[in-house]
């Protein structure tokens, strides 16, 4: 037996069904953060994890292009929606990340931007207009480890 109030009620009982009902008609922001070597299947795990094609245009460079390459980081945003439940998911993608010979710094920039991202949320949070706050902060990381001993 439950305990679910009647439809008339509107005292604070009923406050979690209309948060609930109120979230799931604005939708969810979700941010996802893959870093590791090239051919790790990071590009794979999210496409398979979230059933889409996120990554249809990514071109993998040669062996010329990664030997000074540099750590990028590149966003890509789509919008998904299963069972009425709209979800913006944000994946940030650390190409050059462990590619390079000498990778001695290459996780500053990585760490510079999940920092940037907290103290840009916490400015926007702090300051008078709070209504319209978009989070860009990193929620989840996934590290990929390369099996081969190289890093």
Not at 77 to 89: A, F, H, N, Q, T
Request: with cysteine.
């Amino acid at each position: 037996m439950s305990k679910t109030p009647s439809t008339n009620y509107v005292g604070f009982a009923t406050l979690p069904d209309q948060v609930h009902r109120k979230s799931v008609k604005k939708g969810f922001e979700f941010t996802l953060m893959v870093v590791g070597e090239s051919g790790l299947g990071k590009s794979t795990l999210v496409n398979s994890l979230f059933l889409t094609d996120l990554y249809s245009d990514k071109a993998i460079p040669s062996a010329e292009e990664r030997i000074n390459k540099t750590v990028d980081i590149e966003r890509s945003s789509v919008d998904i929606e299963e069972c009425g439940v709209k979800l913006r998911l944000t994946v940030v993608d650390t190409p050059g990340f462990g590619d390079q010979l000498n990778g001695l710094n290459s996780w500053q920039p990585i760490v510079k931007y999940v920092d940037d991202q907290f103290n840009q949320y916490y400015r926007d949070e702090s300051g008078l207009n709070r209504k319209n706050i978009i989070d860009n902060r990193i929620h989840c990381c996934l590290y990929f480890i390369s099996p081969y001993g190289h890093g």
